[in-house]
């Protein structure tokens, strides 16, 4: 499970649902598939919740572990939004950003997520971006330089580094041309 933690349940019923039965389109009810995740809930440990899961409150239920809300682990797939900045030829940056959160997206944001994404304050962090695997991985072409002082979504995994986060960014795209408080 804790591949799951510090995210909410949405993602762990998205993939309950379309996975299971495996290669077959999904044959159960929302409900029943709650009832599935509701098990392997209990199974695993956790405790009741003071409400009855349903689908329209996946998104509000936090998974944690026993301790409560813990930072991600180094390795964790993540997303974060701010400014991408060019220290050097070879040196990337994301600063006033967010706090990197878990994500299990990697591709093209729709055009509700960016104006999500356009609502959202700059942020107090400088997070580094590493670049080596975005040319290999990332969906599709993105030209950084053209995104340079644009406030920008970047998706990649996690590395922490005692108390200097990075990211291994893997994609990024643009939420605004424009990087204003």
Not at 139 to 152: A, F
Not at 168 to 173: G, L
Request: glycine share 4%; with cysteine.
């Amino acid at each position: 499970m804790d591949s799951w933690s510090e995210d909410t349940l949405k993602p762990l019923f998205d993939k309950i649902k379309t996975t299971m039965p495996p290669d077959t389109r999904p044959t159960l009810s929302d409900q029943q598939y709650l009832d599935v995740l509701t098990f392997i809930l209990k199974r695993n440990g956790f405790p009741e919740g003071r409400r009855e899961l349903s689908a329209d409150n996946l998104e509000s239920v936090l998974l944690t572990g026993r301790n409560g809300p813990e930072p991600l682990p180094s390795g964790s797939p993540v997303q974060a939004y701010g400014c991408l900045t060019m220290e050097s030829e070879t040196s990337w940056k994301l600063t006033n950003s967010s706090r990197p959160v878990r994500t299990k997206k990697f591709s093209d944001l729709t055009s509700d997520e960016i104006k999500r994404y356009k609502q959202h304050p700059l942020g107090r962090e400088n997070l580094v971006l590493s670049m080596n695997l975005f040319d290999r991985f990332s969906p599709r072409k993105v030209d950084l330089m053209s995104l340079v002082n644009h406030k920008v979504v970047v998706f990649g995994k996690l590395v922490r580094n005692g108390k200097d986060d990075s990211i291994e960014t893997i994609w990024a795209q643009e939420i605004d041309p424009h990087c204003t408080r």
